[in-house]
C-alpha cells in the first residue's frame, strides 16, 4: 500500500511546503516537505518536485506500516503519518501499535493517538491538531 495523495497534501500543512531550500530549525538544509538529502543551499524546486521527493522520504516508513498487516487506507495513511512525526522506534514500542494489533476499539485508539501531543514536556497545539487529524483518518 501507498500513501495518499490525502495524507501527501495533509503533509504539506503540517509540515510546510517550501520550494526554495531553507536552513530549518537544526540548521539543516532542507527544501519542500521537509526533504533534507542532498539539499544544497539556494536550490529551488518545483511543486511536483517537492511532492516526489516526499513520496521517496516516506517510502520507509510505508514500508514498516506495511509489514504490519493489513489496513484501510484511513488507518495505513494515519500511521504513517504518526511514524513521519513521531519515528517508527515510538510506534514499535507504544500502547498506540499494541492497540491496533489488538484490534481495540474506537475510544482507545483515539485515546491513544493523544497520548503523543507533547513537545519538551507541554502539550503543542500544532501536534493536538495533528493527532485529531490521524484519528479522524484512522477511522475513515
Known sequence: MRSSDILINQL???EGCKLKAYRDT???????????AGVKMG????????????????????????????FTQGQFDALVDFVYNCGIGTLRKSKLLADVRAKAGRAVIENDFFQYVKSGGKVTPGLVTRRKWEMKRYFE
Open 43 to 70: 536550490q529551488v524546486i518545483t511543486m511536483v518536485q517537492a511532492e516526489s521527493l516526499c513520496r521517496t522520504d516516506i517510502q520507509e516508513m510505508e514500508h514498516y506500516v506495511n509489514a504490519l498487516g493489513t
Open 26 to 36: 537544526s540548521n539543516i538544509p532542507t527544501v519542500g516537505i521537509g526533504h533534507t
Open 12 to 14: 504539506k500543512v503540517f
